[in-house]
Nanobody
Framework: QVQLLESGGGLVQAGGSLRVSCAAS????????MGWFRQAPGKEREFVAA????????LYADSVKGRFTISRDNTKNTMYLQMNSLKYEDTAVYYC???????????????????WGQGTQVTVST
């Protein structure tokens, strides 16, 4: 089992920046592809970004490309999402997830990820 704990969410003005983190514990040897998803009120959970074990492979949703940066520190079993130029529509609960099956194939469907954190709220005010 892998436990994931997100942190760093909060309230920020539009145009501002925020960094959320995801710390993994437990069977961290199972960590492979890690990803961020988000869910806004009344909407389905959507893919934000993913990163492979080697950190050289990343994938972003079109809506955040150029504004968000995903990274990970394998020595700390921690993944990050740096969010810049935040918009009101970025408001959501942000979840981190682990896909232990793939190492270099980055998937964007939530059902492909086996482990999930509880989420951290990001609110962008206008």
């Amino acid at each position: 089992q892998v436990q994931l704990l997100e942190s760093g969410g909060g309230l920020v003005q539009a145009g501002g920046s925020l960094r959320v983190s995801c710390a993994a514990s437990g069977r961290t040897s199972a960590l492979s592809v890690m990803g961020w998803f988000r869910q806004a009120p009344g909407k389905e959970r959507e893919f934000v970004a993913a990163i492979g074990w080697s950190r050289s492979i990343t994938l972003y949703a079109d809506s955040v490309k150029g504004r968000f940066t995903i990274s990970r520190d394998n020595t700390k079993n921690t993944m990050y999402l740096q969010m810049n130029s935040l918009k009101y529509e970025d408001t959501a609960v942000y979840y981190c997830a682990v896909d232990r099956t793939h190492s270099s194939v980055l998937l964007t469907t939530s059902s492909d990820y086996e482990y999930w954190g509880q989420g951290t709220q990001v609110t962008v005010s206008t």
